[in-house]
């Protein structure tokens, strides 16, 4: 048998979740199509793409929550589940994708329902892809609070939220230093000051490629940290 990667362990991690579980999966999934439905029986097109980010932002979190309790509660057993920590880094990774593919189908049946029985126009994915040009953003937050999450037992959320702002802040602080604050008048005409400008466009040219590239790394980290937990 494979000692890194199998399968059958990983479809046994899997089966194990589903049936402890699906109970209250399943009646979260139905409680969300019926408020869905509700919410969309009128012609809102606006607010329906709103309503889409706002429940897989909902839906994001929660499945986040799961990971950490996963990982740090219910007297750590299911890290002494016989498997290695690669099958259950990739069954937290299933665990998203089955999230995310449930509110989306719950979400495009809602809308289906709509349309058929009521004319409410249908919303193409180009009206619901668009707040978000690219799905960069979400990939990189979905990785970056994963980690937050395996790292930290208490206040994962809280504390990715500051770290991500203290970042932010910081960097727009050096921005407006260079320029447009006190380097503005040195930098100006220079090779830095054309530097920084040809950097920012490049970044904003190709942001998408550039956070699906931390994603990964981020979520390489969080399978790392996952192992030391382990094997601690």
């Known amino acids: 048998m494979n000692n890194i990667f199998d399968f059958k362990r990983l479809g046994l991690v899997l089966k194990i979740d589903w049936i402890e579980h699906k109970k209250l999966f399943l009646i979260s999934a139905g409680l969300l199509l019926a408020a ?3 919410l969309m029986w009128n012609d809102f097109t606006g607010d329906r793409v709103n309503l889409f980010w706002f429940g897989i932002t909902i839906f994001l979190l929660s499945y986040l ?3 950490g309790k996963k990982i740090h509660y219910g007297k750590g057993l299911w890290l002494t589940l016989p498997a290695t920590t690669l099958e259950k880094f990739v069954a937290l990774l299933i665990y998203g994708f089955f999230y995310v593919g449930a509110f989306i189908l719950v979400y495009w049946i809602s809308v289906g ?3 058929w029985f009521n004319n409410v126009p249908m919303v193409s994915l180009e009206e619901l892809t668009y ?3 690219g799905f960069g953003v979400i990939t990189f937050h979905t ?3 994963f980690l937050g999450y395996v790292l930290f037992r208490k206040y994962a959320l809280g504390i990715a939220i500051a770290v991500e702002a203290l970042v932010i802040g910081l960097f727009a602080r050096l921005l407006f230093y260079t320029i447009k604050g006190p ?3 040195i930098n100006s005409g220079t090779r830095t000051y054309e530097t ?3 950097i920012l466009y490049f970044l904003g040219d190709h942001y998408n490629t550039i956070l699906y590239v931390f994603s990964i ?3 390489y980290a969080a399978y790392v940290r996952l192992k030391k937990t382990q094997i601690r």
């Open 131 to 133: 707040p978000m040009r």
């Open 143 to 145: 990785a970056y609070f």
């Open 113 to 115: 329902v709509a349309y």
């Open 36 to 38: 869905y439905l509700l």
């Open 217 to 219: 790394l981020l979520f």
């Open 196 to 198: 920084i400008e040809n």
């Open 65 to 67: 929550s799961y990971v």
């Open 183 to 185: 380097l503005a008048d």
